[in-house]
């Protein structure tokens, strides 16, 4: 309910929002309805790719693949421009390591996005991203004793 009401958005992601919705009160809530609905998505197929503490975790794999995931369901749902300026937005202010590994991680889902022309199912993206933080490609990274490796490397967290 807070992504709904914007109070766990950020003024930049509310500002991104507002625009996708042309400004239009009345479609202010479907924006953050569709955007949430996305994050819950997202965050429940990792779970299920992963574990659940991958689901929950900041700088383990399944933390690449969530937000690789999560621009991928926000590229179908608005544009693939839509989900890069709204994750920009989410990563607004913000600054480290962390900030760098989900920038990366944003990249990559917009790589695999576009790869295959903006077409596949939920579960065809989940089986994608999954093979591709497998596989290491698209430069999807995780935080591994305080430096950002490949997703190809053991994470004791999402084995």
């Given at each position: 309910m807070k992504n709904l009401t914007g109070k766990s958005l950020n003024s930049k992601e509310i500002e991104a929002l507002d625009a996708i919705a042309d400004?239009?009160?009345?479609?202010?809530?479907?924006?953050?309805?569709?955007?949430?609905?996305?994050?819950?998505a997202a965050e429940t197929t990792t779970a299920v790719k992963y574990n659940a503490?991958?689901?929950k975790c900041s700088h383990c794999k399944a933390n690449a693949f969530k937000h690789a995931l999560f621009?991928?369901?926000n590229a179908e749902t608005f544009t693939l421009s839509s989900?890069?300026?709204?994750a920009?937005?989410?990563?607004?202010?913000?600054?480290?390591?962390?900030?760098?590994?989900?920038?990366?991680?944003?990249a990559a889902g917009s790589s695999i996005f576009s790869q295959f022309n903006g077409s596949g199912t939920s579960s065809q993206w989940a089986d994608r991203v999954k093979l591709a933080a497998n596989l290491g490609k698209h430069g999807l990274v995780f935080i591994k004793n305080s430096v950002?490796?490949?997703?190809?490397?053991?994470?004791?967290d999402c084995p």
């Amino acid at each position: 309910m807070k992504n709904l009401t914007g109070k766990s958005l950020n003024s930049k992601e509310i500002e991104a929002l507002d625009a996708i919705a042309d400004n239009i009160d009345s479609y202010k809530f479907l924006m953050r309805l569709m955007y949430a609905a996305n994050a819950y998505a997202a965050e429940t197929t990792t779970a299920v790719k992963y574990n659940a503490i991958g689901s929950k975790c900041s700088h383990c794999k399944a933390n690449a693949f969530k937000h690789a995931l999560f621009l991928i369901y926000n590229a179908e749902t608005f544009t693939l421009s839509s989900a890069n300026t709204l994750a920009s937005a989410h990563e607004y202010g913000q600054v480290g390591i962390d900030t760098e590994m989900d920038k990366k991680n944003n990249a990559a889902g917009s790589s695999i996005f576009s790869q295959f022309n903006g077409s596949g199912t939920s579960s065809q993206w989940a089986d994608r991203v999954k093979l591709a933080a497998n596989l290491g490609k698209h430069g999807l990274v995780f935080i591994k004793n305080s430096v950002l490796v490949s997703t190809t490397n053991f994470d004791p967290d999402c084995p």
